[in-house]
């Protein structure tokens, strides 16, 4: 951490990456951290390939996100949150030749480690990470920050529920609420603030459940026209997977979507097992409980090929 915290006083601008399709924990970490640089009088852009989900637009500089860097620009130091590897960040080589320095800081066990500097240590999210940095820094923790931390931390540990919720991430949490955020005021506004074309197209997935595994495990799928036909957008169908592991009786949960250019999209979630060796199968990646993966299409080849993986790992997970 020391080699961090040198390279963000030395450094004069930043560039502050997120993730494709960007979660709390990134947004949140991202937010937070810009607080401090922004207190440090430091000058910085903050970048993500994707629009940002509307339920995160309570955070701080959610409204000054950048979708596109002009390729003149200059910046001494990169900062990734939340990026496990470089590809999540798409121009990642075009931005990494405009900065002088890259600084890693992520929560990922199959962390590629792509930066100059790396801050990867497995925590319950990113969010804590930072919290960690503001720390070693000797920030003054106002409502701004606090309010991106914990929205960093809140999401990734599922509200407090996940494994990854330990003793440490409850008494941070508790410090961020004593300097101004509001646990209540994040969950609504998080949580309790869908559309209708959500709620719509989460009903149309959870009418094609199946299950295999004896049960313990369950998938459904959305078509691109079926989407359409709700008038869902895509950040609208995060939370499919967890509506699944949510059933009794199921560990491993998957939803696959189709993308407007004919890739698969499928979000795994699990109570105990380990899904990330699924993904890493398939081309992608995560954690033990919450994995990724983008596969070519068409979707009926790809949800065959989930579920004879599933099914071939089933007993090393």
Known sequence: MEKIVKAINNGGSFLVCMHVDPDGDTIGSASALCSMLEKLGKKFDLYCSNKVPDVYSFLKYSGDIRSQIDKDRQYDVLIALDCADSKRIPGYEELEKMCGLVVNIDHHADNTKFGDINFVKAR?????????????????????????????????????????????????AAELVEAGADPHDISIKIYESKTGSEIKILGKALEKIE???????????????????????DEEMSSIADHLRALKGVDVAAFLKEMPDGKVKINLRSKQRNVQMVAKELGGGGHSKASGIVMDGPLEAAKDRLIKTIEDKWTQL
């Open 124 to 172: 319950s999210s990113t969010g804590e990470l930072i919290y960690d940095l503001t720390k070693k820094m000797k920030f003054a923790m106002d409502k701004d920050m606090a309010s991106a931390i914990y929205s960093a931390i809140v999401t990734d540990t599922g509200n407090f529920r996940y494994s990854n919720c330990t003793a440490r991430v409850l008494k941070i």
């Open 211 to 233: 299950l295999i595994m004896g049960g313990q495990a369950a998938y459904t799928w959305l078509f691109r026209s079926e989407i359409n036909a709700a008038g869902a957008i």
